[in-house]
């Protein structure tokens, strides 16, 4: 049986989510139930819920994204949360970054599909990024792992007083009480848990917001960033 046919129709919240970017909403929709699952980015049984567990439950992020700021979502995978972000926000410019070269070349696709100039795709480990790409504004994250190790490979990525919003589950507050010595040494100064979407996905999206100060990534990346800074103004 095609994977595709089972997709269930956009419901009414995408509307009021995606707006006049609903077609491009829905085309996504349809390659991740048809290419994303033939190239196991998504599972067969995630196509039935496609837009209440993926598409909604992400683009939601967007109520916690402030207006304008570069973007990194890191561990893009099939493009959640980044691509539902983007097509809720034209106002950022954001990097989806994915070390596979499978994922990669899925997400460029996709990106060319939609029509999204604000989006560039980076092939890279998050942790081999510090110097290669400009640090940004805020650092998105769903699922990639537990949330000490994530930060650690999302908040050396972000600007002086930047911040990074991972999505979460049940487990968010548990995570990140397990994970306040580490984030501390990352030069975190203050972490909070958001509950986005009210209304539109059930139950709301849960992330969790990390705040750094003037060290993104704390002492242990101050070094690594001042060589960085260092080779990226010998080669201007």
Known sequence: MDEAAELPPAPPEAREVFGDRLPEAVRYAEVLADAGVRRGLIGPREVPRLWERHLLNCAVLAEAVPDGVSVCDVGSGAGLPGIPLALVRPDLQITLLEPLLRRTTFLQEVVELLGLDHVTVVRGRAEEMLGKVQPVHVVTARAVAPLDRLAGWGV???RPYGEMLALKGDTAEEELKGARAALSK??????????VGQGIVDPPST????????SPGGVRFAAKRAKAAGRSRRRR
């Open 156 to 158: 050396p990525l972000l």
């Open 186 to 195: 990352l030069g975190v100064v203050r972490t909070s848990i958001l509950q």
């Open 207 to 214: 992330l969790v917001r990390v705040e750094v100060g003037e």
